[in-house]
């Protein structure tokens, strides 16, 4: 009877939690939007409705104030029928302390731009921060704000080990199923993704009360380790034994589902099945 | 506790230091086969001096930087119209340029209708320019119009400009700029190998490395090479790889720096080597009109990837190859540097060495605007000669004078006294052998300087009666001479008789220029006379006599320590990372013995002044055995943690002076003291 109520409790719970529109989307990471052929054919092929493009980072200048960085440029546009969100990738250094305004001057930029380039409809923006408990405090007043300037949806990405923390105000996250192994250990495990490293988080992934999209990584790593430049990639098996492992913890885990980045070379990476999978709902 | 350290960073913080933060790197590039001046810094020069010239500015500033107000004022004075609406129309092409600036980096993105603003002058400056280039001022113009095309994406419009107008003007500064253009124009429009080869001659190395930022692997070189032996963009291509070999050696030997370096790129053994095999090829090919600079780029590959015997066979071919005079230079620099980094020692080696460094400082001082032989002396000098001469102190601190050696791990302030003194000696006398000669020619070594210096020494390591002898001939004159005004005020107010425990001597910095401090009487000499006479008496007390006079000892030792208020007593400086070094007594600790004596005391009064100085933990910064502190913060998972360490001497301290007073002590400084106070709290629920 005891475990008949808990597993009420449970279900009841998981479905008082909102649960992402069903859909496919990139990252676009590239300092000019600017899509060759190949491209285009991938978001035409894999219905791909939501495009989440890195506007610019906001760095810390040499002044101690964070400013813009690395802006993109609108050489194209992208079909009527895909959804931009404008991305902006802040350091995590900027949350060290407080910058009075950098939300509002975030949110103004990012509508100026796309009044700017005639980008239309924009209903969400996403902020991509590697925030640690040093940070998260700072970091989630600053969403705040965002929000309060915003107005519409927000979103952040969400590291494996932020789903340990205390959920941010957002609408949603963006779970970043990359990135998940220490570079210095590369060797031993592909510090983009290992299954081991996925394995321990899994258990939080459920009770996790945030909305969730899965990222997961189709790109190249490089790095440098002691003067040797090391390239690493995931191999399709992995992503795809990872991606099952995620949703059997949490199912709506594959509602939305995002690659990072959108790129010629990345496409060429994997086949087209792998891509099917990953994209699979 | 937190606030009692924080204000003990802070106030460490602002002591006279030295600028060791920070240090520029010294892997300096050692393979540079040309020479050439930047082409953005050089064209920018000759802009800056026409218009300094042009406003009739006969100041001697080196650097003059543009300033349209002034220009339109000089303009007019003249009845130069042209020159007028020239400047007018630069202006608003800069403000053009000023959009795209705010694009990327500015929090105010521009609008459309900036945006369209921009466009409209861009074309509206474009037009103007357009008709002025066959004006008096038809370079600048011209310029200006292919300016204005670049920024409006009409690259074919400025190739056929270029080719079919201003290519055929005189030879100015405003042409190179155009040519640069066009360089830029071909590349826009797939034209590579063309763009590069004119970007290379016109040494524009940030254009070069935008356009072959993904080409620069051993693989896109020899394919370069294949499509153009003689490209004039492979020294370059070249260099980049070589240099990056370089940077990645440094980095795994540990002496690598990025800072301030940009571009790099990592090159691993295997590509090391095949870039090895093709220098050898280009060599035998014979296409090169260069083979010198193939063979010493394969040499010093091949020193880099510890081929150590190849590279010294490979180095001498290449210095019997045909190139340029640079390209010879940098031959006999790297066959230097690699023989030298394996020589045994010896007199045949020091005399070789001796002849180099004539070498090196006489081409020194033939080139102007090129640091390269500086570099060379000074990687020569950190990374082979200091590691050469190590067994022999003397001769190790005469090349670091001579050569002045920075971050070479060196530094004659931490030589041990002896050698020091032979040292001195050594400078003073006269020079026997080649290198001898060369040394002491290029050592400036100030005596009551070194007097001081070795006195301090005497100092750290309490030999009392040496440090007197020493500083007995340094007039009082030479510290308000050469101390800063910081250390001058600090040696002046702080007091060595005042217990640290009781009472930090906080001052304030900024007081030190508020008055000229000055010493009158020699505050060095007079505390060794001090602790001397207190020493040398010891054996003659006993009882409260014996255990006051530990105490007091005990506190001068504590303040001349590196963590008390009288560091000046022996050191010039202080940061707040500095700690006991090498080849001197551990003052703090010496403090420690002491007081251990002075707690045995059965007068109460100096028991509990002595107990409670050995909680002190400014004794303990630099215990090498167990743990220092009685408590310290640890981050344990992402937390801030206590931990504490019941066996420190510090805890050891504080609970015997808790057992001796009891939980609420009743002298004020006890009470008084934040550090002691958190002890308590704790040591009440965990007896």
């Known amino acids: 009877m005891t475990l008949l109520l808990l597993a009420m409790i449970a279900c009841e719970k998981q479905s008082s939690r909102k649960t992402l529109e069903s859909g496919q989307a990139v990252y676009y990471w590239r300092t000019d939007l600017r899509l060759d052929s190949a491209e285009k054919s991938f978001l035409a092929q894999y219905h791909i409705n939501k495009v989440y493009c890195r506007y610019f980072d906001v760095v810390m200048n040499d002044d101690g104030e964070p400013k813009p960085n690395a802006t993109i440029s609108f050489s194209d546009t992208l079909p009527d029928s895909i959804e931009i969100i404008p991305t902006v990738y802040i350091t995590e250094d900027c949350m060290h302390e407080t910058h009075e305004g950098l939300a509002e001057k975030i949110v103004k930029r990012i509508q100026q ?52 923390m205390e959920v941010p105000p957002v609408d949603y996250g963006a779970l970043m199923i990359y990135n998940t192994g220490d570079p210095r250990k590369w060797e031993e495990r592909n510090p983009i993704l290992d299954f081991r490293d996925v394995e321990p988080y899994l258990r939080r992934l459920d009770s996790y009360p945030l909305p969730l999209a899965a990222a997961y990584p189709v790109f190249q790593w490089t790095y440098t380790i002691q003067g040797v430049r090391v390239d690493r990639t995931v191999e399709a098996e992995v992503i795809l034994q990872v991606k099952k492992a995620m949703e059997s913890e949490r199912g709506d885990l594959s509602n939305l589902i995002i690659t990072y980045h959108l790129d010629k070379e990345n496409i060429e990476r994997y086949k087209p099945e792998t891509y099917e999978e990953i994209y699979h709902h | 506790m937190k606030k009692f350290i924080i204000i003990s960073l802070m106030v460490a913080m602002t002591l006279p230091t030295i600028a060791c933060g920070w240090y520029g790197t010294d892997n300096y590039y050692l393979f540079s086969p040309y020479t050439g001046q930047a082409f953005k810094d050089r064209v920018e020069k000759i802009c800056n001096d026409n218009w300094k010239a042009y406003i009739g ?30 400047v007018e129309n630069l202006q608003k092409y800069l403000k053009c340029v000023s959009v795209e600036r705010d694009k990327q980096y500015e929090w105010d993105y521009p609008s459309k209708e900036e945006i369209a603003a921009q466009q409209r002058d861009l074309k509206a400056v474009r037009t103007y320019a357009q008709g002025k280039t066959s004006s008096k001022l038809r370079s600048q113009h011209a310029l200006l119009f292919m300016r204005c095309n670049m920024m409006l994406g009409q690259h074919q419009e400025n190739i056929t400009f270029w080719e079919q107008t201003a290519s055929q003007f005189i030879e100015t500064v405003y042409k190179d700029m155009m040519k640069n253009i066009y360089a830029g124009a071909l590349y826009k429009t797939g034209r590579e190998m063309e763009a590069g080869q004119l970007f290379a001659e016109m040494d524009d190395y940030e254009s070069l490395m935008s356009m072959y930022y993904l080409k620069r692997s051993y693989q896109a070189i020899s394919q370069h090479y294949k499509q153009n032996p003689t490209s004039k963009a492979l020294p370059w291509l070249l260099t980049d790889f ?22 790099i790129r990592d090159i691993n053994n295997q590509e090391s080597w095949q870039m090895q095999q093709f220098c050898e090829m280009v060599v035998k090919e014979g296409k090169t009109d260069c083979p010198i600079m193939w063979k010493m780029a394969k040499a010093w590959l091949e020193f880099l990837s510890d081929k150590k015997k190849d590279a010294v066979d490979d180095i001498l071919a290449a210095t019997k190859l045909d190139g340029t005079a640079r390209m010879k230079d940098n031959a006999h620099v790297l066959l230097l540097y690699i023989t030298a980094s394996q020589a045994k020692p010896g007199q045949a080696f020091d005399d070789y060495v001796a002849d180099e460094l004539e070498w090196l400082r006489g081409k020194q001082n033939e080139t102007t605007g090129d640091s390269f032989f500086d570099a060379v002396e000074n990687r020569l000098t950190n990374q082979v000669l200091i590691p050469h001469y190590r067994s022999n102190p003397v001769r190790l601190a005469a090349v670091a004078k001579a050569l002045n050696s920075s971050c070479s791990g060196f530094d004659l302030d931490t030589l041990n006294v002896a050698s020091t003194e032979k040292f001195l000696y050594y400078v003073n006398s006269p020079a026997n052998t080649k290198l001898d000669k060369f040394l002491k020619r290029n050592i400036a070594l100030n005596d009551t300087a070194m007097s001081d210096m070795i006195g301090t020494k005497y100092m750290r390591l309490c030999q009392w009666d040496k440090a007197i002898q020493w500083l007995n001939t340094v007039p009082i004159s030479y510290y308000n001479e050469h101390r800063g005004k910081e250390y001058l005020y600090y040696s002046m107010v702080r007091q060595w008789d005042v217990e640290p425990w009781a009472k930090r001597q906080w001052l304030d910095s900024s007081q030190a220029w508020e008055r000229d401090y000055k010493w009158w009487k020699h505050r060095k000499l007079d505390f060794c006379k001090e602790v001397q006479m207190m020493e040398n008496s010891l054996n003659m007390l006993n009882g409260k006599a014996l255990e006051q006079r530990c105490y007091n000892l005990a506190t001068r030792y504590a303040q001349a320590s590196i963590y008390g208020d009288c560091w000046w007593l022996l050191r010039d400086y202080k940061s707040c990372w500095d700690s006991v070094r090498v080849n001197e007594v551990d003052m703090a600790q010496k403090a420690v013995k002491m007081l251990q004596k002075a707690a ?64 609420q002590p009743q002298e004020d400084y006890i009470r008084k003291c934040d550090e002691y106070d958190v002890f308590r709290k704790y040591y009440r629920q965990h007896r």
Not at chain 2, 638 to 661: K, M, V, W
């Open chain 1, 113 to 164: 731009m796309n009044e700017t380039n005639d980008i239309k409809n924009v209903r969400e923006i996403q902020i991509d921060c590697d925030y640690t408990s040093k940070s998260r405090k700072r970091y989630y007043q600053f969403l705040e704000e965002v929000r309060k300037f915003w107005g519409e949806t927000l979103s952040t990405t969400i590291r494996l080990h932020q789903l340990a």
């Open chain 2, 57 to 86: 500015d006969t100041s001697d500033n080196d650097w003059y930087s543009f300033h349209a107000d002034d220009v339109l004022k000089a303009a007019r004075q003249k009845g130069d119209a042209l020159m007028v609406s020239y």
């Open chain 2, 242 to 263: 070589v240099n990056n070999a370089q940077e990645a050696a440094d980095a795994v030997n540990g002496g690598g720096g990025s800072i301030g370096k940009q571009f």
């Open chain 2, 600 to 663: 045995m005391s059965s007068d109460l009064s100096l028991k509990r002044k002595a107990l409670f100085a050995l909680g002190y933990r400014e004794l303990y910064n630099d215990v090498k055995k167990g743990p220092k502190y009685w408590m310290e913060w640890k981050w344990v998972e992402g937390e801030s943690t206590e931990i504490y360490h019941r066996d420190s001497p510090q805890f050891l301290a504080f609970q015997a002076l808790y057992n001796e007073t009891g939980d």
